[in-house]
């Protein structure tokens, strides 16, 4: 009896072995691949033009005080436009050093979520979840790679770093330092930024008041300059948008026909539906109804099933960091009210992936034997979710030069110089 456990014991523990060898190698792989798909996208064709042709005219002195994108819009992000400005001033119009960064700071991403990882005291193979999560989460993989989704990749950045202090060992007044630079850090990279207040809940313990008058300088001051920056249009930036609603789109003058005056409240009420039945069980994609079932649905929903069996346990031990995380998840989608989009769930979507990975190893935990092979299970069928968001998103940038940028000679967008697009032109078709 006591040989055969003995021996089944040693099985397992070669199982496990193997399949923490299976994905870190094809987590592994996944990066790479990633990584060459990257690297085969040409610039976007119209945002990444405009925003990088206003920054290569703009001083760095200037960019304080001056709308983001462009010198019309109604956004406010000095943070993002310094990084993006330091960029163009290195690499100018090639499109490739661009990637190399953008890659740099999904390894700098990765390696927070370790750190966060071992402070919360997971099996460490859940990095290996994350990776591919990262990949094929749909509210996530396409703020990776394209450029002019870099304010979302920072706020990402500042969110993981956020959490892996307050789990640290540090002393609260340095917590509360560095959680209040991250979070004025990403409120002036993206207005979303202004979700990573919810830190807020775990100083509500140690250093309420001090907590409090240093979230609420932030905002003030923020507020204060976007103000003077961009006057009557600061709270304009969803004013000319299309918008997704119930089985199909609506122009931003079907918009303000439809709903006129204080109707435009329904649909903000839809727009918050339509973000948490996306990250949820992903009802939806860029506000419309999904019309039947397909892959992503079904693997958001089983994941969302993980972390609902999960979630009591993962509460217990964890506390005031999971209630951090299903405030992200909530308030990020909430605050994508005026128009709803799938990038607007970047940071909602790794608040949900560290919650899938919390909970998943509760419940790994809590099985006397093969914890590793609900892990692996999980990740094989985000792997292969990652494997195909990958395909597609390398058959949209074929798309983009073989039917946007090869036909056309003159830029499609009347805001895109000629001199610019014809750079961008080169490079594009240079790629396949």
């Not at 998840?329 to 009210?337: F, H, K, M, R």
Request: hydrophobic residues 55%; proline residues 4%; positive net charge.
């Amino acid at each position: 009896m006591a040989l055969s456990y003995e021996l089944a014991s040693r099985k397992s523990l070669t199982q496990a072995g193997w399949l923490r060898l299976l994905m870190g190698a094809g987590s592994a792989l996944l990066l790479a691949a990633f990584f060459v798909v990257m690297l085969r996208q040409p610039f976007e064709t119209v945002d990444d033009l405009i925003w990088l042709n206003k920054l290569g005219r703009d001083s760095f002195s200037s960019l304080l005080l001056s709308p983001a994108w462009s010198v019309t819009s109604s956004f406010y992000r000095p943070v993002a436009e310094a990084v993006l400005k330091t960029l163009y001033a290195a690499f100018g119009w090639d499109p490739r050093p661009y990637r190399y960064v953008q890659f740099a700071a999904i390894v700098l991403l990765l390696g927070l979520s370790l750190q966060l990882i071992r402070q919360l005291r997971l099996r460490q193979d859940m990095i290996f979840l994350l990776a591919v999560f990262l990949i094929g989460s749909p509210f996530i993989s396409g703020s990776l790679a394209w450029l002019s989704e870099l304010p979302h990749v920072i706020i990402l950045i500042c969110f993981a770093a956020g959490l892996v202090v307050i789990t640290s060992d540090l002393p609260e007044g340095r917590k509360l330092a560095i959680c209040t630079a991250v979070f004025a850090i990403a409120l002036l990279s993206k207005e979303n930024g202004m979700v990573l207040a919810v830190f807020l809940i775990y100083f509500v313990r140690t250093a309420p008041v001090a907590s409090a008058l240093a979230f609420a300088s932030v905002v003030a001051s923020y507020f204060a300059i976007r103000a003077f920056v961009l006057g009557a249009a600061m709270g304009l930036s969803s004013a000319d948008e299309d918008v997704g609603y119930f089985f199909g789109f609506i122009t931003a003058a079907e918009k303000h026909e439809m709903f006129p005056g204080r109707a435009i409240y329904q649909l903000y009420a839809y727009n918050v539906v339509a973000q948490l039945s996306a990250i949820l069980v992903r009802a939806t994609a860029w506000g419309q109804i999904v019309g039947g079932i397909n892959r992503e649905v079904i693997i958001e929903a089983a994941s969302t099933v993980v972390i609902l069996v999960g979630a009591a346990a993962a509460y217990r031990r964890h506390g005031v960091v999971f209630l951090v995380l299903v405030a992200v998840t909530v308030g990020g989608a909430v605050l994508s009210y005026a128009y709803a989009r799938d990038r607007h769930l970047a940071l909602p979507g790794l608040a949900y992936g560290f919650l899938l990975a919390m909970t998943a190893n509760e419940i790994s935990e809590r099985l006397a034997r093969g914890p590793t092979v609900v892990l692996f299970c999980i990740w094989l069928a985000w792997s292969a979710q990652a494997g195909l968001a990958m395909r597609a998103m390398d058959i949209a940038s074929a798309r983009a030069i073989e039917e946007i940028y090869r036909p056309n000679v003159t830029p499609p967008n009347p805001r895109i110089p000629i001199e610019v697009w014809t750079v961008a032109r080169e490079d594009a078709l240079k790629l396949r």
